[in-house]
């Protein structure tokens, strides 16, 4: 998980670059079908950014299922500044965002609410298990 992460993050370019062409086109069909216009590349990419960080909590909430989903949220917090941080200042074709870090650490906070809930159901299976 670490290493899809990783380059996506560091890669020199956006990782999108080479497909923003068929997005737009993807987009204009869709708003042609009556897709809303604020489905639009911004909300592509906050989208992208909240989903690629759901594994990275719902990796840490399994990891750590004694800690609290926002203190999940802190570690997606901090791990995305380290990213736009390192974007910032090594990657002068990518560029460094809050909104990103919003999206990121909403993405975590997710997948920590994900793996609450599935420990929450398997804890409860097993005591309905044991009644049994």
């Known amino acids: 998980m670490l290493v899809p992460l990783t380059l996506i993050a560091f890669w020199p370019n956006p990782v999108d670059a080479p497909v923003q062409g068929q997005l737009a ?7 042609a079908h009556e897709v809303p216009a604020w489905v639009n590349y911004q909300f592509v990419e906050a989208s992208a950014n909240v989903i690629l960080f759901v594994p990275v909590g719902v990796a840490a909430g399994l990891a750590y299922p004694t800690r609290h989903w926002w203190q999940i949220g802190v570690l997606g917090l901090l791990v995305s500044v380290g990213i736009e941080l390192g974007q910032l200042f090594f990657l002068h074709s990518r560029f460094a965002s809050l909104a990103d870090i919003v999206t990121n650490t909403g993405g975590a906070v997710i997948g920590a609410l994900l793996a609450s809930l599935v420990l929450r159901w398997l804890q409860d299976r097993r005591l309905s298990a044991t009644v049994l």
């Open 25 to 31: 086109d993807v987009l204009k069909f869709l708003h």
